[in-house]
């Protein structure tokens, strides 16, 4: 088949689908031309991750396209349901990035209670003039062992970082639609494998009895924390969202940091991607990354890989 990856695609995924006889285009096309690239190229596979979008102009304007490919999870770039019903093959990678988010999880969290998204602003302005003073203001910090990390969403990566934070030694539960207890395993590096469970609880209740709180719900829109769930978490609680921008409301997160009720916030996902507030930019009291909770070398050659395979399944129907 002729695929385009509009959004590129990992050095392995590319290997897998040139092995199985496809032809491969990695020329990066900009939206308003996609239409007339891909009709005249007859491209078969259009492979995006979440820059290009997949509308109903080109699923009606493009007569080639038989699958469009997500690399990745969420699918709010591509209309879906239309394309189905017009026939197309949308397919997507849902678990090649789970251990890539729930990694850079631990990283926040790791980072805040050590102040490290504090110190790396303040060290290169300071560090030369203000270094005891500096030592002083961060070196309170607590360890991550013995405290209670409440999840909220506890699918693929949710679960993921349970595995993870149970390994440190921090009691989990979690918040999730529906199901539970969950028994998850364990698998250490040496092949040992150890079975735990997670309690499912109210939101409300995991939010009064979690030091760390975060947010791994799926779909997009619902503002699952505002202020008055911010209230109900314990005084110095720290929390994470690498869900969905809207999951937290940033202007009543900002006012709980100001107030010093909760201790810190890390933001991957932002309520205005690609501009997000400056105020949230701007605030010492979060721990920042640009969305990059998936954007792993580990990550991105399963995404291809499995895009590969899916592809191949789907030529041999
Ligand atoms: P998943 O579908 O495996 O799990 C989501 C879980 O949340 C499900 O168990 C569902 O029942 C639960 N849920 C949904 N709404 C809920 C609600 N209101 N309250 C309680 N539980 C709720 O999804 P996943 O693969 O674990 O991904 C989780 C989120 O992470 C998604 O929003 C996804 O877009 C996001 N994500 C972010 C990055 C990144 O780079 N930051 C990368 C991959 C995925």
Redesign the pocket.
């Given at each position: 088949m002729r695929i385009l990856a509009n959004d590129g695609i990992s050095p392995s995924g590319a290997s897998a689908l040139q092995a199985s006889g496809h032809e491969l285009l990695e020329t990066k096309v900009a939206q308003e031309q996609l239409i007339n690239f891909i009709n005249d190229k007859k491209v078969e596979v259009l492979l995006v991750r979440s820059a290009t979008k997949v509308r109903t102009d080109i699923i009606d304007a493009c007569p080639s396209l038989k699958i469009i490919g997500r690399g990745?999870?969420?699918m709010d770039n591509i209309d879906v349901a239309y394309a189905r019903e017009k026939g197309l093959h949308v397919i997507n990678t849902?678990a090649a990035?789970?251990q890539s988010?729930a990694e850079m999880v631990l990283a926040h969290l790791s980072g805040m209670v050590r102040f490290l998204h504090q110190s790396n602003r303040q060290m290169p302005l300071e560090g030369d003039t203000q270094f005891n003073a500096l030592k002083k203001a961060y070196g309170k910090g607590i360890e991550l062992k013995g405290k209670t990390l409440g999840i909220?969403?506890?699918?693929?990566?949710?679960q993921a970082l349970a595995e993870i934070a149970y390994g440190l030694g921090m009691p989990v539960i979690c918040?999730?639609?529906?199901g539970g207890p969950f028994t998850l395993t364990k698998t250490f590096s040496d092949g040992q494998q150890l079975t735990f469970s997670v309690a499912n609880h109210s939101?409300e209740d995991v939010l009064k009895m979690a030091d760390f709180i975060s947010i791994?719900?799926?779909?997009a829109g619902?503002t699952?924390i505002g202020a008055a769930e911010l209230g109900m978490m314990k005084k110095g609680a720290f929390i994470v969202n690498?869900?969905?921008g809207g999951s937290i409301d940033e202007v009543a997160l900002l006012s709980a940091l100001e107030k010093g009720h909760i201790a810190g916030a890390a933001l991957?996902?932002f309520v205005d991607e690609p501009t997000p507030a400056v105020q949230v930019l701007m605030n010492g009291g979060v721990s920042l990354t640009p969305?990059?909770?998936?954007a792993t070398v580990e990550a991105q050659d399963r995404i291809g890989t499995e895009l590969a395979t899916l592809i191949d399944e789907i030529a041999q129907q």
């Open positions: 990745g999870v969420g849902p990035s789970s988010v909220i969403g506890f699918g693929r990566i949710g918040h999730n639609r529906s939101k791994h719900v799926s779909g619902e699952l690498t869900a969905r991957d996902v969305h990059i909770g998936a």
